[in-house]
């Protein structure tokens, strides 16, 4: 188990344009996130399933999205390396950016602490940089 707080991430959006892409799945691009699969699950609920890349193979991950508006989110890991994983992300208004901080316990049944921290931190760091390439692509 390890605690995670990253922080100092900054979009390039004011937050409801976050709002509107959270809305608009089919502009809400992932690439490292193969053969994604969201559905609803009740209010303000999304199951996700993908396969992705950890510690070097590749992993079937479910997870469940409860969305906080304007707040942010938060992640439950259901299925896949980092299952038991609860991590918020939540966001802070600056104009014309927001700002974007994650916390939360990370597990894992198959990490030691040393790989789950560089895996969870590796998760964050490339869905970060997808969205920031995401909401590029919304500007023009």
Do not use: C
Not at 50 to 70: C, D, H, Q, R, Y
Not at 119 to 133: C, I, R, S
Request: glycine share 8%.
């Amino acid at each position: 188990m390890v605690f995670i707080l990253d922080e100092g991430g900054v979009f390039q959006v004011p937050l409801d344009q976050i709002w509107a892409f959270f809305g608009d799945m089919a502009k809400h691009a992932h690439p490292t996130m193969k053969n994604m699969h969201v559905e609803p699950a009740g209010e303000n609920a999304l199951n996700m399933s993908w396969e992705g890349t950890v510690n070097n193979s590749i992993t079937s991950n479910k997870a469940k999205l409860t969305m906080f508006p304007p707040s942010g989110f938060a992640m439950e890991f259901t299925e896949g390396p980092f299952t038991g994983t609860k991590e918020f992300e939540y966001y802070i208004p600056k104009g014309n950016q927001t700002g974007i901080t994650s916390v939360g316990v990370w597990m894992s049944p198959i990490l030691n602490d040393d790989q789950l921290k560089k895996e969870a931190m590796n998760f964050l760091d490339t869905v970060f940089k997808e969205d920031e390439a995401n909401f590029a692509r919304m500007k023009k």
